[in-house]
């Protein structure tokens, strides 16, 4: 069974900051991982896609890697907003799609 | 449609009542998913379907939760006798292929249990 981690559980840092989140996954067959956000009460907004083939995909500010051979991919976030405060959540792919419980993270003014 | 839609959005229901919470997927999307979420935690599988295939029904966490789903197009899950733990988010997504496309979600079902 795929189990899926993350973490940090929540981050706090000051806006301007580039930081890091993680997540690791057991069962490297993976078919692609995908990196959401989820602002509190919503639902969940994709943000990237790394197909297995794939080693990164960048999108503004975001960058995620993914090392399927170690079971692990980083989600990048440079120069942090207090817009970017939100949980995220990484998922894998491969039979069905399974997620890590998530970062909570928080960017203060 | 633009995206997943899931209905209703809010449902307060008595305990011992059944419920029923509906998914329109993308239109041409093959791939299905249901997810629990309770307070403050993370997404729970619940059951996945792609395209004709047996349903993956490995997370649903008991004889009381079932789904449906009949080809592309809609799916329904049911929860019977409800009971005060199920309160919580219910969350489907559609991808048209599990292997290298996106999933896009809904904005989910709140089920209170009262």
């Known amino acids: 069974k795929q189990e899926v981690t993350q973490i940090p559980a929540a981050l706090s840092v000051p806006e301007g900051e580039n930081l890091v989140l993680n997540c690791s996954f057991t069962?490297?067959?993976?078919?692609?991982l995908q990196w959401f956000r989820q602002d509190p009460g919503k639902g969940l907004t994709s943000l990237l896609l790394?197909?297995?083939?794939?080693r990164e995909q960048t999108s503004g500010r975001l960058n995620a890697s993914l090392d399927k051979s170690s079971g692990r991919s980083t989600l990048y976030i440079a120069a942090s907003q207090p817009g970017d405060s939100a949980t995220y959540l990484c998922?894998?792919?491969?039979?069905?799609?399974?997620f890590g419980a998530g970062t909570r993270l928080t960017v203060k003014p | 449609g633009a995206g997943v839609s899931q209905s209703p959005s809010n449902k307060v229901t008595e305990k011992g009542k059944d419920v029923e919470l509906r998914c329109d997927p993308i239109?041409?999307?093959?791939?299905l998913y249901w997810y629990r979420q309770r307070l403050g935690q993370g997404l729970e599988f619940l059951i996945y379907?792609?395209?004709?295939?047996?349903?993956?029904k490995s997370g649903l966490p008991s004889d009381r939760f079932s789904a449906e789903r009949t080809g592309e197009s809609v799916s329904t899950l049911t929860i019977q006798r409800t009971q005060q733990e199920d309160s919580a988010v219910y969350l489907c997504?559609?991808?048209?292929?599990?292997?290298?496309?996106?999933?896009?979600f809904g904005q989910g079902t709140r089920l209170t249990v009262v």
């Open positions: 997504a559609s991808s048209s292929d599990f292997t290298d496309t996106e999933a896009f």
């Open positions: 069962d490297s067959a993976i078919y692609n």
């Open positions: 790394i197909q297995s083939s794939q």
């Open positions: 998922a894998v792919s491969k039979n069905d799609m399974r």
């Open positions: 239109s041409g999307h093959t791939a």
């Open positions: 379907f792609q395209g004709n295939s047996a349903p993956d």
